[in-house]
């Protein structure tokens, strides 16, 4: 919100005024307020610790705001980047054109358990494989963005996007009559449309029968699989109500078996099909694959979409975008090292307490060493794990992540944030007007992962 | 509809229904031992335990029946699988599923119920309380309910419905089953004070103690009260009512109509003789043995419903 120590971005200045009006105690009970609210409708998640049956996300009171125009750049930048990894995601499945230009190194891609072998040669609906695309982004001070990471599989944290507003809107009526807000509660119809748009080939009804899959209650975005078929008016189905007969996918009923044309998998590829995939898996659907690749059915997002979204495969993703759109990168990424090459490694392993250290398949923000913020015994830890297996690791400067005002004992405080937009891929390709923000809440800290005490705030995109 | 949805709403108002009927029948306890008895005290919480049907699990757990421990094991024990609070963990853990299907003022009232019980829980709660964890009871179910008013009258609502009824059905009849002796006819009108005791357990557990004397002039008599509880259709926990509305929600389920009519021909004579019966030839033939069959019927019933569409 700050340009510099004084100065406070003229965007921000209607709710500058606001916070000075509020007291400590109205803050107190808005906060409360917004706690009991979300216990209540149960925007709630699991975490790994034991202790707590649910816990909520520390959500904050001060809007993320972005202009209008800053937006603009945002959402083309998002939108192409989406475009350019489906379009990757259609080549390695299909010609391997990238490959053949030397472009990406084919042992990258093809030794990666995310490559999914038996997706090789078939194409889905309109070549899109991954049809909501969550890019991760961060602001510098500079004002320049980066993306930090994509997630092409199932990204969450909509359901908070959303909710987030609502309860805004709820609580401060007044903010929004004095600030032109552009809307975002059209989402759950946007996606709708987009699943629908996405129908197979031997879907023969323009109004096809979409279900999400959910893995169950026990996941930690239950709430949101549930939310989200809520407003979209579809069922949420769980393995177990899905079986295969003949060249079609069926949802029990009580007046018996329903086509069902797409599925919104929420579950990861392994679960899919234990006769294609873990032959372990109890929450299967057994034969759905085969249903999947004869155009019975329509999986989204598809089966081996994960690689599109390695962190090794991240570094890509700028060359990517002038190999298949021909044209340059809006967003940029952030300067990454791979720890596969010998010379990146030996620049890493010099550096350590430089640098931030993500394993290539983590993700929520475990397994990570955070240079500068480690200790000599934690750094040195992670060299030797890191010396045992380059190729798991890469590295990326630490970023001077932008600062976002946030309600810390009723002072305003600058923590750190990021942005996770939400990206649709169908017939059209759309940006969410808005975002999920998450913000370190401990001072200091560059982890907004809601796993490991992160909050969420709303984002405002200003109308023009 | 899903099965498993149409399954778990026909389980959330079994659960809320079951987790009222607790409620009543601790507060009749909690009534009852306030009143001298020359029997002791103790006898009532036994017939609250066995109404409940959960004398086997108390027994096992307790050597002694006594209020604080009846109480505890019939509103918190998770050990009870019936117990207030399990009632309202696993209609809540119902409702997240099927959440989808319901109005969100359902799921809040759930929801809501379900975050008080956990701090209740908590609280150490006395037995004075016990009028007040009975009053928050009906409340929160009753809220539940008036939520259903605003739901889509499609089959979801019917299953809704058909959960609530046999379960009510069920609770109706047990209660009458232990209670059945009072009913039976006496040589003189009912006036003494066990029999006032007796008699008005079973009304006030039935939710019915000040409808009866608006539905009955005159006399108290034990073949008015048989009346009231077993066949009266304006009685919104009669044998009667419960089973009217198990058909009513039955047959106008839209989905499988040949499962529908097979289910309705197995109930179709208890629900006409139901209607067309005197009470006194009811009780001629044997009030045990006739409520022996209701519940018998209504468990064929239930699990003919399981069976059909949620399989």
Known sequence: MYQSESLIRNHYNNINEWLEKMTAKVINEKNAEAETHFRNIGITFSTNSETARERIIPFDLIPRIFTFSEWSKLEKGVIQRAKALNAFLADIYNQGEIIKANIIPKELIFKKKSYEVSMFGFTPPRSIYSPIVGIDLVRTNHNEYFVLEDNCRTPSGVSYMLENREIMMRMFPDLFHTNRVTPIDDYPTRLLQTLMSLAPIKCNTSEPVCVLLSPGPLNSAYYEHSFLSDQMGIEMVESTDLFVEGEFLYMKTVDGPKKVDVVYRRIDDDFLDPLCFNPNSVIGIPGIMDVYRTGGVNICSAPGAGIADDKAIYIFVPEMIKFYLGEQPILENVQTWSCDKDDDLNYVLDNLSDLVVKEVDGSGGYGMLIGPKSSKSSIEEFRRKLSANPRGYIAQPLLDLSFSPTLIKNQVEGRRVDLRPFCLMGENAQLSSGGLTRVAMNEGSFVVNSSQGGGVKDTWVLAE | ?311
């Open chain 2, 1 to 311: 509809m899903l099965s498993r949805t149409a399954e778990y709403l026909y389980w959330i108002s079994r659960y809320m229904e079951r987790a009222e009927t607790n409620a009543r029948l601790l507060d009749v306890g909690y009534r009852m031992s306030l009143f001298p008895n020359p029997n002791g005290y103790n006898n009532e919480w036994e017939s609250v335990l066995a109404a409940a049907g959960a004398i086997q699990g108390y027994k096992n757990k307790y050597n002694i029946i006594e209020q604080k421990k009846v109480e505890d094991y019939l509103f918190f024990d998770e050990d009870n699988p019936s117990s207030v609070f399990n009632c309202i963990l696993n209609a809540r853990s119902n409702a997240l599923v099927v959440r989808t299907s319901f109005t969100p003022e359902s799921w809040l009232a759930i929801n809501k119920t379900y975050q008080e019980i956990l701090k209740l829980k908590n609280n150490n709660f006395n037995a004075s309380d016990l009028p007040n964890l009975t009053e928050w009871t009906i409340e929160q179910v009753n809220l539940f309910r008036g939520s259903l008013s605003s739901l889509l009258r499609n089959d979801g609502y019917n299953f809704l419905y058909l959960g609530l009824f046999v379960e009510r059905a069920d609770n109706s009849a047990r209660l009458l089953d232990v209670k059945y002796f009072v009913l039976l006819p006496k040589p003189q009108y009912i006036g003494g004070n066990i029999d006032n005791m007796q008699w008005s357990i079973l009304l006030r557990s039935l939710s019915s103690f000040n409808a009866f004397r608006w539905a009955y002039d005159g006399n108290v008599t034990s073949t008015k009260i048989a009346d009231f509880l077993v066949l009266n259709s304006n009685c919104p926990r009669s044998l009667s009512f419960c089973i009217q509305n198990i058909v009513k929600h039955l047959t106008n389920l839209t989905c499988s109509p040949e499962k529908v009519n097979k289910i309705y021909n197995t109930l179709k004579d208890l629900n006409t003789k139901i209607q067309e019966e005197k009470i006194e030839s009811i009780v001629d033939f044997g009030l045990h043995e006739f409520v022996t069959q209701f519940i018998n019927k209504i468990s064929s019933v239930d699990s003919d419903i399981q069976k059909e569409f949620f399989n």
